[in-house]
């Protein structure tokens, strides 16, 4: 069999798209996650409602969206709605099965750092801040991230929580009462943490050829390795040329180091 | 009565020095033209609250115009960092309140519905509770799990682009739409752009789509392509070229001030700064029409 070749990006995004369901609703954000949405849709979850925040619903883009409120998406959608609704009627109400989350850090216990690195009042580095992250976190049914695998990126503890995983661990984000499962799958281009009993995330899959030394050696804690651990389904050509041919044609996404 | 004017007067009627302006549009109907006149008109110390502060953001703080942001979301939108807000609050050169995009909108809600605050639901990410004093939690008093509450935000002024309007203030529109309708209640003034001022008879044909009533307008400003580089859906496209220039452009304040020099105070309105543009760039920026489905309303 030949060697398929792909960039961590395609990896990432395709792997993406796999924890996604038919019929799923879905609220999405530009860029990676939308087209692991687009991919998910256009192969095993034809039937996926996906969401924006700027307020659109069940959005069929004809070309990729550049930004979260690309027009593309209000043309052709089931709905269009204000801010306040989506957040308060989707999201709070509980009407949204899957969150998908950006952020700079996310630590063992799948909290979020999307505000500042080195002190909130003099920050060293501002970042964007929340959005629509910390409610997404909160009251999706499922939570995933695709980021890269770096020590930088995975922290023991996020040193700003701008959205909650498990919080100090499985019964802190029960004791506060949020609604779902929290963030149950971290895809990296090493392969995939998943929460344990206690919401630490460990090791539970890696990706053809990569090694559990490499993911320990890139991740901020001391990773834990699932008894089992799975080796994901290799990238077929069917969902690389959809990404590459129908999805991103100019490879604005898709492009990051392989 | 017309409320009908221009947009240098409406600026320098209803936007005064120290102002909480909200200028409304989530990535869409972006009210740039506004933004710009009032760099032009040197308007300083203001308090610009947005939920995205965006490039009108960032380039109002540029000029000098502002001493404070408030914000949910503050980047480059599908682009990375936004920055020149970024930088003053890195050096501490601008003040700023945070919320997430949620507690941000709650806070228009609140004003517009005249209440002092609104509830929310928790959301055990608690750090920008402890950073920011505004956002606090009360008991729920019909015994369920403590709620966040985040006050009203009644701006001194709203800005809201439009797709059309009459010369009252009747104003429709459509696609993505944000927080205009929230910010058009919640503040003090409201001034309206509009892509096209139409008869009263156009927003009586369908009232279903007017999100902002006359009523609560101060003024109403004939001004195309107020929008640009963000869009008017149905009108013309997102100029995301610019959106990437930007990056480039805010590296340095010799590129911003030649920016400005340029496209804002080198410009007499949005009609010359379209002009300038050119037409490769509106050829770029043009679409083909979709239009809906009609509907009846029934005659009565």
Not at chain 1, 175 to 182: H, I, K, Q, V
Not at chain 1, 211 to 216: L, Q, R
Request: hydrophobic residues 40%; contains cysteine.
């Amino acid at each position: 069999m030949k060697d398929i070749k792909y960039s961590s990006a395609e990896l990432m995004i395709i792997n993406a798209a796999r924890l996604l369901r038919d019929s799923d609703v879905v609220f999405v954000g530009v860029g990676q996650p939308n087209l692991a949405c687009n991919l998910a849709k256009r192969t095993h979850a034809p039937n996926l409602v996906m969401i924006y925040e700027a307020g659109v619903i069940g959005a069929e883009p004809e070309r990729l969206p550049l930004s979260i409120g690309d027009p593309t998406l209000v043309s052709g959608s089931l709905s269009v709605v204000s801010m306040y609704d989506i957040f308060s009627n989707y999201l709070q109400r509980g009407n949204v099965d899957v969150g998908f989350m950006g952020g700079a850090q996310i630590d063992k216990y799948g909290n979020i750092n999307a505000t500042v690195i080195g002190g909130y009042d003099h920050p060293k580095v501002r970042l964007p801040g929340s959005g629509g992250s910390q409610e997404i976190a909160a009251w999706a049914n499922r939570c995933y991230i695709m980021t890269p695998h770096q020590k930088r990126r995975f922290p023991e503890k996020v040193e700003f929580m701008t959205s909650a995983g498990f919080i100090g661990g499985r019964g802190d984000r029960d004791a506060a009462g949020l609604r779902g499962r929290g963030m149950v799958g971290v895809v990296t281009d090493i392969g995939m943490m998943e929460p344990d009993e206690s919401g630490e995330m460990i090791l539970t899959a890696l990706h053809p050829g990569k090694t559990v030394d490499e993911a320990k050696a890139n991740t901020g804690w001391d990773l834990k390795v699932a008894g089992q651990i799975r080796v994901t389904e290799l990238v077929s050509k069917k969902e690389l040329k959809i990404l590459r041919e129908e999805l991103d044609p100019t490879g604005i996404y898709l492009k990051s180091n392989a | 009565m017309s409320k009908l004017i221009s947009l240098k007067k409406a600026i320098s009627d209803y936007v005064n020095d120290g102002d909480v302006v909200y200028a409304a549009g989530f990535t869409h109907l972006i009210p740039f033209a506004a933004g710009h006149e009032i760099i032009r008109q040197g308007k300083r110390n203001l308090i610009l609250a947005r939920a995205t502060p965006d490039l009108i953001y960032d380039q109002m703080v540029a000029a000098g115009c502002a001493k404070k942001v408030i914000f949910s979301y503050m980047g480059n939108p599908g682009v990375g960092s936004l920055r020149i807000v970024r930088t003053a609050i890195e050096k501490g050169e601008l003040e700023w309140e945070e919320y997430s995009h949620f507690g941000m909108i709650t806070r228009l809600q609140a004003g517009a519905s005249g209440l002092p605050f609104l509830p929310m639901n928790q959301t055990g990410a608690t750090d920008l509770e402890k950073v920011n004093p505004k956002i606090k939690r009360i008991p729920d008093p019909y015994g369920g799990k403590d709620v966040i509450v985040v006050p009203a935000l009644n701006p001194d002024v709203a800005i809201v682009h439009v797709q059309r309007a009459d010369k009252n203030g009747n104003a429709h529109l459509w696609g993505i739409i944000g927080e205009q309708k929230e910010a058009a209640f919640a503040a003090k003034k409201v001034i309206l752009t509009a892509e096209e001022i139409v008869a009263e008879s156009v927003i009586r044909a369908d009232p279903n789509r007017t999100m902002i009533p006359g009523i609560v307008v101060s003024a109403v400003c004939h001004v195309p392509f107020a929008s640009h580089p963000s869009y008017s859906q149905g009108y013309f496209d997102r100029d995301n070229e610019f959106y990437l220039a930007w990056d480039k452009i805010s590296e340095s304040q010799e590129s911003v001030q030649e920016y400005l020099d340029e496209w804002v105070y080198g410009v007499k309105d949005r009609n010359a700064y379209w002009k300038k543009l050119g037409q490769k760039v509106h050829k770029r920026l043009s679409i083909k029409p979709r239009y809906s489905e009609k509907i009846s309303y029934g005659k009565y």
